[in-house]
């Protein structure tokens, strides 16, 4: 069987985990570029029996896996893909795996985020190399007001760090509670109220129908002149048009992102051109601790699926699917 890694954009696949452990008819290929064109995609994929996608960095849409005849095993890292098309995949027999997790990347990865936009960290670290020192006049965040839009895990994390800042901390979405917002050392207030008040807003809401454009120039206008924003989540929860106007007119006084409508960047993307945002090339789960996790649960994937006895399954349904891909016998 044929096995392909995706995106290995930090070429870090082949280190993580002692490949040699996979079974002896699988064969390994890894993808250190991306592939945005699908028809040139499948082209690519069409021999492949097991494929490796880290996060969401490409798609599998129902338009593609039609186009992947000898796919059986599609594995994802984590345990959820929003990318991932689990109802045409269990239509055409194919499991879709998933790995653990570990470390708190994404919270750790805002903060730096946070500090760098208001201490103006890149831009002091390029002037200091270019000869100059000390060009801009930073902003601290004791006593300011953080919000939160999202109060999941990684949201109650971020309540703790900005609690030990001495922050004020508020939060909203759309389901949470005056009881969670206060076990968390939050306030809850309502969304005018969060966008109204916040000094740094950060976005930690999953990607659905309900968050898909939830800040859009209606809420940025709401927004203090003052205001950061920072998204680690999905980019399309903030409208990109929108958050460009903003900036550029200094409706808020800057942004810093993690994560964008299409990945990677296109090269001729206004973000690049603005001077008050600070970018991170969807860092937030890239880790050692969590790229090991993700590897090896990988490695035990097709391990099992290689035996029959698939594991970590996220369309367990297909395992009593007639169409169900079974594993090929070696040759």
């Not at 000898?70 to 795996?97: C, K, P, Q």
């Not at 903060?111 to 006049?137: A, C, F, H, K, M």
């Not at 600070?278 to 050692?288: A, C, E, K, R």
Request: glycine share 10%.
């Amino acid at each position: 069987m044929k096995f392909a890694i995706l995106d290995d954009y930090q070429q870090a696949a082949e280190q993580m985990v002692d490949w040699s452990e996979l079974p002896d008819q699988v064969e390994l290929q890894v993808f250190t570029d991306h592939l945005a064109d699908e028809s040139k995609l499948a082209e690519r994929l069409r021999d492949f029996q097991i494929i490796m996608g880290m996060r969401e960095r490409t798609p599998f849409p129902r338009s593609l896996l039609l186009q992947l005849p000898e796919l059986r095993l599609l594995i994802t890292t984590g345990d959820h893909n929003a990318a991932f098309d689990l109802e045409a995949a269990t239509e055409l027999g194919i499991v879709v795996g998933g790995t653990g997790a570990a470390g708190e990347g994404p919270t750790e990865l805002t903060w730096g985020l946070i500090l760098g936009l208001l201490r103006n960290l890149p831009q002091e670290d390029r002037r200091t190399r270019q000869g100059s020192w000390g060009t801009t006049v930073g902003a601290g965040i004791k006593g300011r007001t953080l919000g939160l839009l999202g109060l999941g895990h990684i949201g109650a994390r971020m309540a703790r760090v900005g609690q030990a800042f001495d922050m004020n901390i508020l939060a909203w979405s759309q389901n949470l509670s005056a009881e969670r917002a206060a076990e968390c050392g939050a306030t809850l207030v309502d969304k005018e109220g969060l966008l109204r008040d916040s000094d740094i807003l950060s976005v930690h809401v999953r990607l659905g129908d309900r968050t898909r454009g939830l800040i859009g120039a209606g809420e940025l206008d709401l927004m203090k002149p003052s205001a950061y924003l920072v998204n680690t989540s999905r980019g399309q929860i903030i409208e990109e048009k929108a958050l460009i106007d903003a900036l550029e007119r200094g409706a808020i006084a800057g942004a810093a992102l993690d994560t964008y409508d299409v990945e990677p960047l296109p090269p001729e993307h206004p973000f690049l051109r603005l001077p008050n945002m600070v970018l991170s090339p969807h860092l937030g789960y890239v880790i050692q601790e969590n790229y090991q996790v993700y590897f090896t649960g990988v490695l035990e994937s097709i391990q099992a699926f290689s035996t029959g006895r698939p594991v970590r399954v996220l369309n367990p349904e297909v395992l009593e699917s007639p169409q169900l891909r079974a594993p090929q016998e070696p040759t």
